[in-house]
């Protein structure tokens, strides 16, 4: 019974941590006034301590890891360099997100668009027009730049290709299914059996078009200029598609030079 201590165990077996193992909060970053929710969906208060979570580094983390990802691409990109793009450390990273991809997937869930239904235009073509410009506006801005980043990778990663469906693909179902419901109660079109292929044609040309040509229509003399599909050029690739999905559901097509000009007096 040598060397045991009187609870009977060996000091030799659980050794007492000394000073410099052990961790130091003031040597993780700011870690003493932030919260340590971790993961995409963390809460907004630490549990333990009760202290909120700072939302503009939270933002500015998203924001960095946004531009890492149009910069480098999803294999490139790493936790470090999205801490140096934010000017934090990596401790503070990671008491908000537990990995690369689940930053990632907070960034996709943060520039999801808003496509929730909007108020009844009164027509199909009214509903439409707003729908596809929207859209067009989406793959225009961040969150297109999103799915540039990391649609090859969401082929391979189903954490990822669920968060891009989650963010992307099916509020423009859910929308599309209010606006033809809406529309085919009016008499305006025959009923829609299956809405969600109608969604599908609202995403892919306008994926096709903004992500697969290599300029904007009407090439670099066109009236979207040549500088790349900013807000104006979205707005009327989305009005050219109008009449196409007009006529794919069995309303009258509505050409784009009358859309605009209902627009104007509008």
């Known amino acids: 019974m040598t060397g045991l201590t009187r609870q009977g165990q060996d000091p030799s077996r659980h050794p007492r941590p000394n ?32 202290r909120r979570r700072d939302a503009a580094l939270d933002r500015a983390l998203l924001e960095a890891a946004l531009a890492v990802l ?3 691409g999803y294999g490139a990109l790493t936790t470090a360099a999205v801490a ?10 990671y008491r908000r997100w537990r990995s690369k ?18 108020t009844d235009t009164g027509t199909l073509e009214g509903d439409l027009r707003a729908l596809l410009r929207d859209k067009a506006a989406t793959l225009t801005g961040p969150g297109g730049r999103l799915l540039r980043a990391l649609t090859g990778e969401a082929a391979h990663n189903a954490v990822l290709a669920e968060a ?27 009923p829609v059996e299956q809405p969600d292929l109608v969604g599908d044609l609202v995403i892919g040309p306008m ?13 670099p003399d066109g009236p979207c200029g040549p500088d790349g599909p900013e807000a104006p050029c979205a707005e009327e690739t989305a009005d050219r598609f109008l009449p196409f ?16 000009a209902r627009d104007a007096a509008g």
């Open 245 to 260: 999905l007009l006529r794919a559901l069995g309303a009258r097509a509505v050409p784009p030079g009358e859309t605009r």
């Open 164 to 190: 891009l469906t989650t963010a992307f693909v099916l509020p423009v179902g859910r929308r599309v299914a209010e606006v033809v419901d809406r529309a085919a109660a009016r008499g305006e079109i025959p």
């Open 84 to 93: 140096a793009r934010a000017g934090v450390s990596t401790a503070t990273l």
């Open 70 to 72: 149009a910069e480098r």
């Open 19 to 50: 000073a410099a193992q052990e961790p130091n909060a003031a040597q993780e970053g700011d870690g003493a006034q932030e919260g340590d929710g971790a993961g995409p969906s963390a809460p907004g208060r630490d549990g333990r301590r009760g």
């Open 207 to 219: 994926v096709s078009r903004f992500f697969l040509r290599p300029l904007p229509p009407g090439g």
């Open 101 to 118: 991809e689940d930053l990632v997937v907070g960034a996709v869930l943060a520039h999801a668009p808003d496509l929730a239904p909007r």
